[in-house]
């Protein structure tokens, strides 16, 4: 989608936007119809996650529990760890 905004942000009429789409990204004329459509509501472009990894640690199985009981309180476990070492890293390099 992002692709197709800036597409129709350099002024190109929707129908040569979706050509340009589906020749460079191998998807149907149909699809990028659809990308097209959906990126004319948009104001900015939307974020992109980043890729994501398994990174396994040996914890105490207390402290597992835990990060566990906290996680499934705030909604999913994945990002609720990724926010505490995000938060915890951003405090430390602001103190060291």
Not at 2 to 24: C, E, G, I, V, Y
């Amino acid at each position: 989608m992002n692709q197709a905004l800036r597409l129709l942000q350099s002024d190109l009429p929707a129908t040569k936007a979706a050509r340009q789409l589906a020749r460079a990204h191998d998807i149907s004329m149909r699809q990028a119809h659809r990308y097209v459509a959906l990126a004319k509501n948009l104001a900015v472009p939307v974020d992109v996650p980043e890729p994501k990894a398994v990174f396994t640690v040996k914890l105490p199985r207390r402290l597992i529990a835990r990060v566990r009981r906290a996680a499934r309180q705030d909604g999913g476990s994945g990002e609720w760890v990724a926010a505490a070492l995000h938060n915890a890293l951003s405090t430390q390099s602001a103190h060291g």
